[in-house]
């Protein structure tokens, strides 16, 4: 809701910080999945989510590294990116659908 309030505006400090949080606090936990399945975390029967699991990884780092590096975000477009994100709501429904 914020980003779309504020489309035109850069994000505050307290959004780039709890951004790179979460994405810190992912790729976590990509590694602990990666650790404990080793080459099963692609052939077991939630590879297809731990594949989407692994692109969301990426795209948010690869995301992050753009951001960091433009300068105050000139000729830099990530809304093709930022469309991926609607891809994180998949991640929290297998998430409810586990806990079912």
């Known amino acids: 809701n914020y980003e779309i309030n504020n489309i035109n505006k850069d994000p505050n400090d307290f959004m780039v910080a709890m951004e790179l949080v979460l994405v810190c606090f992912y790729i976590t936990e990509l590694g602990f999945k990666l650790v404990a399945h080793g080459r099963w975390f692609f052939f077991n029967k939630d590879m297809s989510w731990n594949i989407l699991d692994l692109f ?15 300068t105050n975000g000139a000729g830099v477009n ?11 709501i998949a991640k929290v429904l297998r998430v409810v659908k586990v806990l079912k």
Request: hydrophobic share 55%; no cysteine; net charge positive.
């Open 56 to 70: 969301l990884v990426v795209q948010s780092i690869y995301e992050q590294a753009i951001v960091s590096l433009s």
């Open 78 to 88: 990530l809304s093709f990116m930022r469309a991926t994100r609607i891809l994180k």
